[in-house]
């Protein structure tokens, strides 16, 4: 079965700082990779998408993720936290041909000082 | 396009009461999905539909029934309401496997 785990449940930051959230996925086929995210009091928008047609994926506001297949890793990354970030962040893979139903991984809260 | 709707937004029950919670899409997706979130616990599969008369279970079925009539609507039912079922609700749906899914705003369940 495939799994997903999400280092580091908080990840604190200041404004203006890189953003680095990590995910590792566990897949015996090559998967679909999702990055959504969860502002306070809503329901879950996608971010961003790997989907196999490049490894480096760009996504909303300013966010990227990079498929690196050797590491089984989907790290999401921002250049300059801005206040507006703090959200809750899920990745969620589904393995090809499989059955349609995402795997998430437990979310990781990003937290952005001034 | 309303995508993906959900009601009420809030609701409070006692112990042992029933409800339906309602989830409709606009977008003619064949594959709809229920999920609870608790803190500390990601999301959560309850039930899921790969299309209109098919449903199936997830990892948290217990307690919860659903069918599917019609491809936009997909209503969770509580059948007999515990404090355990505490939690925000969501429903999603996707257009085929490969895509991403669309969430509904949740629905905000306390059981007494």
């Known amino acids: 079965a495939q799994s997903v785990t999400q280092l580091g449940s908080h990840v604190s930051v200041s404004e203006g700082a890189l953003v680095l959230l990590r995910c590792n996925y566990s897949s015996s086929v090559p998967p679909y990779l999702f990055w959504y995210v969860q502002y306070p009091n809503q329901g879950l928008q996608l971010l961003l998408k790997?989907?196999?047609?490049?490894?480096l994926v760009k996504g909303i506001n300013g966010f990227e993720a990079e498929f690196k297949k050797s590491e089984t890793s989907f790290h999401l990354t921002k250049p300059s936290a801005h206040m507006s970030d703090a959200a809750e962040y899920f990745c969620?893979?589904?393995?090809?041909?499989?059955?349609?139903?995402?795997?998430f991984g437990r979310g990781t809260s990003l937290i952005v000082h001034p | 396009n309303a995508g993906v709707t959900q009601t009420p937004k809030f609701q409070v029950l006692k112990t042992g009461q029933s409800m339906t919670l309602q989830c409709a899409q606009d977008m003619n997706h064949e594959y709809m999905s229920w999920y609870r979130q608790d803190p500390g616990m990601g999301l959560r599969l309850i039930h899921y539909s790969v299309g209109a008369g098919i449903t199936d279970q997830g990892e948290v079925p217990n307690g919860y029934n659903v069918s599917r009539s019609t491809t936009e609507d997909f209503p969770l039912r509580l059948l007999s309401a515990a404090p355990s079922q505490t939690s925000v609700y969501f429903c999603?749906?996707?257009?085929?496997?490969?895509?991403?899914?669309?969430f509904g705003p949740g629905t905000r369940l306390t059981v007494l």
């Open positions: 969620a893979v589904k393995k090809s041909g499989g059955s349609y139903i995402p795997t």
């Open positions: 999603a749906s996707t257009r085929t496997p490969e895509n991403e899914q669309f």
């Open positions: 790997y989907t196999s047609a490049a490894t």
